[in-house]
């Protein structure tokens, strides 16, 4: 409903029932969601979330990880393969060492929106 105020400025109310029914939001693929589930449950440790927030900044080896990390080589080493395994994470050798980067930086936006909400609750 409209009313005049005195500076011709027209306020509008919108009643909305709570109670109506809305159109369901669009479902993808059953392929899909589970495509979604694997990548968010390869995501759900701390240790692979903290590897994938070091790894935003740029490619690391594992020693690198381990330092900044502070968690034992063959744990790190573990947790890249469940990265890889995923497609969240590719390494690339070079000599001796491995490079790992991430595959996507959507993946890098998905785990700091993540701790983000973690921060605020």
Do not use: W
């Amino acid at each position: 409903m409209a009313t005049a105020e005195p500076d011709d400025i027209e306020i509008v109310e919108h009643t909305r029932d709570p109670f109506a029914a809305t159109a369901p939001a669009a479902v993808p693929d059953k392929q899909t969601l589970v495509a979604a589930g694997e990548l968010l449950r390869a995501l759900a440790a701390p240790v692979r979330i903290a590897i994938v927030l070091q790894l935003r900044e740029s490619g690391r080896c594992v020693h690198e990880l381990v330092g900044a990390l502070g968690v034992t080589q063959p744990l790190i080493s573990q947790h890249l393969r469940v990265l890889k395994a995923a497609g969240v994470v590719r390494g690339e050798r070079n000599g001796r060492e491995v490079l790992y980067e991430l595959v996507d930086d959507h993946l890098a936006h998905i785990v700091v929106d993540a701790v983000a909400h973690a921060q605020e609750g």
